[in-house]
């Protein structure tokens, strides 16, 4: 994305997503990436990890990887709770307890845009270049009151073809959509079969500009 010379690949979704062991990390999908932009990515791989093995909704497997590898991170590095939870509280969520804490949404989204470029130039040889838009059902007001993008999610998921691919199912699956006037363009984006993350974005032809 950046233009650099590619002196190696990097994995989309990062494969610390992925918990240990060949039965979960089959057939992993990398792209070309520069030593720079990949290395440079690992703490936010890290904490893009902790934030979806802690959502709501997802299976086992997510528990494994928070008993596992981000356990013993934190175990390392205590300082880590306050990065990667911070203002953690007491939510109440209908009849259940929980705990919520601040979504770094700039952290959060920049990793999420790396997965869908990554993804997009596996898919198509082609760089994303659009601004992506993102939506994901356990990101709440900053109040807790709601969760804005949850009914979107769900009345999606009830109304898009359940089209999604991955040689690991379990921790990961996608799938990319198009509106049918083509205008506008959808990467669902699945991580231990939970709740997706919606990602959009403009389509512009070859004579389009984008303001």
């Not at 919520?100 to 952290?107: A, E, K, P, V, W």
């Not at 109040?143 to 073809?161: M, T």
């Amino acid at each position: 994305m950046c233009d650099a010379p590619a002196t190696g690949r990097e994995h989309v979704p990062p494969k610390c997503i992925f918990p240990n062991g060949a039965s979960h990390r089959m057939n992993l999908i990398s792209v070309p990436s520069c030593d720079r932009h990949n290395s440079e990515k690992s703490k936010s791989d890290e904490l893009l990890r902790f934030v979806l093995a802690a959502a709501p909704g997802v299976n086992e497997l997510a528990l494994t990887v928070v008993e596992g590898s981000v356990m013993r991170s934190l175990d390392y590095s205590p300082s880590l709770v306050d990065t990667f939870m911070p203002g953690l509280q007491l939510v109440q969520c209908g009849q259940f307890e929980t705990g919520g804490f601040r979504l770094d949404r700039g952290r959060f989204d920049c990793s999420v845009t790396s997965i869908v470029c990554g993804l997009f130039f596996h898919e198509t040889g082609r760089k994303l270049a659009s601004k992506l838009r993102i939506a994901w059902g356990p990101m709440m007001a900053p109040d807790y009151s709601d969760a804005p993008f949850l009914k979107l999610i769900r009345d999606g998921e009830r109304v898009l073809s359940a089209n999604y691919v991955g040689s690991n199912p379990r921790a990961f699956q996608y799938s990319f959509s198009i509106s049918n006037s083509k205008s506008t363009s959808l990467c669902r984006l699945r991580f231990y079969e939970g709740h997706p993350i919606y990602v959009t974005w403009k389509n512009f032809s070859a004579n389009s500009h984008d303001d």
